[in-house]
């Protein structure tokens, strides 16, 4: 079995210390979605959520999470990200809105709970800001979609 690497001898949780990895470009790409009724993506679409532009918020509250993951998961380490996106795709017949987020770095460490973190902040405030006309809206399949760069080189689900 694969030892965890956030342990220690002793099975103390640790920050991994990364000082001795190479420096490289790491991206991370997450996904998940949001279904809904089709009727409230037809408000998201026609801007017409009492609380606001529902896409605009969630983008920005997407970024936000990315940029404060460390202080949300003890052991990540605090990274300066070079660059966020935040994409969504909208299928009013399917009553989804699914959102992408891209996180890139040039570090030590990788960026896949940023991203992972950005896509499940912004399905939440879809959730908030909607919540008034459809309670009944369900989060699912977050998750990480490709990463690269590291130790580990590429990964794609």
């Known amino acids: 079995m694969t030892k965890l690497n956030h342990l220690d001898n002793s099975g ?6 990364v000082r001795n990895k190479e420096t490289s470009h790491r991206v991370a790409i997450a996904t998940g979605r949001i279904l809904m009724k089709p009727e409230t993506c037809r408000l998201i679409k026609d801007s017409a959520i009492k609380k ?13 999470a990315s940029k404060k993951t460390p202080e949300l998961i003890p052991l990540c380490h605090p990274l300066n990200i070079t660059k966020i996106e935040i994409d ?10 699914t959102v992408i987020g891209r996180v890139e770095t040039e570090g030590k460490t990788g960026v896949e709970i940023e991203a992972i973190n950005a896509v499940q902040v912004s399905l939440l405030t879809v959730y908030d ?20 760069g590291g130790n580990s080189g590429d990964w794609q689900r």
Do not use: P, Q
């Open 52 to 64: 606001g532009d529902v896409i605009a918020s969630a983008r920005i509250a997407g970024i936000m």
């Open 129 to 148: 800001m909607c919540k008034g006309v459809d309670r009944g809206m369900t989060i699912e399949n977050v998750g990480l979609l490709k990463k690269s």
């Open 88 to 97: 969504f795709e909208l299928e009013e017949i399917e009553g989804t809105l």
């Open 12 to 17: 103390n949780a640790i920050m991994i210390d």
